[in-house]
């Protein structure tokens, strides 16, 4: 019904960059929020950044001024430029979106995830 298609993931030496790209397929799906969340192995799965439909940014202190998430609301698509990289970010980055429905139920979606690894 919906899918959430992330790439860009990959094998990255620190200092380097990445941009993720997440798109959005399905109908009738115009989401209010879309971000970025990742997940190293061990630890809980965390907040990167957020973008919302009015253009309002979100970032994790541990990637404020390195990451930047942009979004193409027409294309239903979230980027996420990734910039010194260090080892701590090496994680499986997961694509979000929500929106909301009747009663304002908040509907929740989630990418299949993509490997980001920063190692020399």
């Known amino acids: 019904q919906v899918q959430l298609v992330e790439s860009g993931g990959g094998l990255v030496q620190p200092g380097g960059s990445l941009r993720l790209s997440c798109a959005a397929a399905?109908?009738?799906?115009?989401?209010?929020?879309m971000g970025w969340y990742r997940q190293a192995p061990g630890n809980q799965r965390e907040l990167v950044a957020t973008?919302?439909?009015?253009?309002?940014?979100n970032y994790a202190d541990s990637v404020k001024g390195r990451f930047t998430i942009s979004r193409d609301s027409a294309k239903n698509t979230v980027y996420l430029q990734m910039n010194s990289l260090k080892p701590d970010d090496t994680a499986v980055y997961y694509c979000?979106?929500?929106?909301?429905?009747?009663?304002?139920?908040?509907?929740?979606?989630w990418g299949q995830g993509t490997q980001v690894t920063v190692s020399s």
């Open positions: 979000n979106a929500k929106r909301r429905g009747a009663f304002n139920y908040e509907y929740d979606y």
């Open positions: 399905g109908s009738i799906f115009s989401p209010y929020s």
């Open positions: 973008i919302t439909s009015g253009g309002t940014t």
